[in-house]
């Protein structure tokens, strides 16, 4: 397939900016160039001609600034087409039409100060010509290396589909040199990549009739390239607009991703066998700690020795971090699977919520309208900081949750009425330890992470626990 054939991933309505020339300025042949020196000759002896024709038939028009001004037109050409010369041309012709004047008019002692402004006259109107004519140069000159240094593969066409542009790197991508395919058109461009004359992406962007101009960008794969063995391209195009705002070409990006896609392609599948593997091992670890507890089960109804119901005892406890880590492992496979997404906080909350037993803790959510781009794992967050209030240790009988507008972000607070958490253990909350597992906050540490939201505790012991997630500025809305 060729680059832009199938319907685009996605199309963006942008403005695009005005390009002052499309084409290449140093293209000049050399009989171009030999016609413009011809005209350029044949208007100076015309004009100039005529201005001294003029003189000697004694034309009364030859002392006013009328014959001044046919003059001008040789000079604005040559110095728009050779600006680096216009200058001097312009005092060279304002020169011999002084002298002209000079010599053939009657004697007159206010005529150098009638001729010299004319002189000037010229010379300025050469000098600022080549001045813009040089500016305009520099810009075009800028444009084009600015398309033939772009790392990724370049080309554009005009409005009726001919090259005007094709860099070192779409050379390189295609094999195809500048000189072979300037200027061509009838979708010659798209022969190096699908071997045929057919629309490419940029030919969508001319066809489009949307008022603004569109970016459109595609993904395919293209069996012509690296020497026969595929190349997955990205490419993206967009108009060329004029500095009347009308469209006048299109150009277009191709970028060779096929060593990404290979990559990711390699690390799903990597994430997909270390995930089947992982599962294999938790349900191992399962099967082999049910039969650990029934054999503890059996001990504390056969053994009735303090001593051996306390072994028995830490067995258990050690059973139980081993039961909770298993689940964590299980959460953990998931997170950061699915695209971060903006979620309502609210009713994440309420959700995390339903899924545990609060008793005769209360739960308050003022929270509402609040959106949070977030992991979509965000939840589980919550459920393990309800879970860490809900410990009978902890001795809440209230959660509140809320958020506050600061000039970092917004700070999503989760708080209770508990005994709180004292200050020498809030260095190590988020920290992968085998204690902190039964809390779960290293879990809830690294879902937000994800997404730049940060925790930390700030409650005071004795007082209550109180989490604060800082979103980012421009990771949070109010809807």
Known sequence: MAPGLPVPIRSIHTPAGPLMNAGNPLAV??????????????????????????????????????????????????????PRRGLLFSVCLAAAYAVTVLLLSPPD????????????????????????????????????QIIEFLPDATFAIDREGRVIAWNRAIEEMTGVKEEAILNRGDHEYAIPFCGERRPLLADRVLQSQGEQPQVLVSENTIPRLRDGKGAHLRSAAT?????????????????????????????????????TLSGILRTDLSNRLAVLYGHLSVGVMKFDDPEILSFIGDLNNAAN????????????????TSPPAWVPVQETVRQAAAGLTFGTVSLEVWTERLEAFADPHLGTVFSHLFENSL??????????????????GCAIIVEDDGTGIPDAEKEGLFVQKAEGYGHGLFLAHEILAITGI????????????????????GGYRIV
Request: no cysteine; charged share 15%; aromatic share 4%.
């Open 391 to 408: 410990a009978p240790a902890t001795g809440a009988t209230r959660i509140v949750v809320t958020y506050h507008l600061r000039p970092e």
């Open 29 to 82: 042949s050399f009989s171009g160039t030999r016609n413009r020196i011809a005209a350029i000759a044949v208007l100076t002896a015309l004009t100039l001609g005529g201005n001294l024709l003029g003189l000697l038939l004694g034309a009364p028009e030859g002392l006013l600034p009328l014959p001044a001004l046919p003059l001008s037109i040789p000079i604005i050409l040559a110095s728009y087409w050779y």
């Open 454 to 473: 940060t925790i930390r505790e700030t409650g005071t012991p004795g007082e209550g626990a109180k989490f604060e997630l800082l979103v980012p500025s």
């Open 109 to 144: 002692p206010l005529l150098p100060l009638t001729i010299l402004p004319r002189a000037v006259f010229l010379i300025l109107i050469g000098g600022v010509v080549a001045l813009l004519s040089s500016r305009l140069r520099e810009s075009e000159q800028q444009m084009n």
């Open 239 to 275: 108009a060329l607009i004029d500095a009347n705002g009308n469209v006048a070409g299109a150009i277009e990006s191709i970028r060779d991703v096929s060593d990404q896609v290979m990559m990711e392609a390699a690390l799903q599948n990597a994430s997909r066998q270390l995930n």
């Open 321 to 336: 971090g081993i039961r909770r880590q298993i689940e964590i492992s299980r959460e953990f496979r998931d997170i950061g």
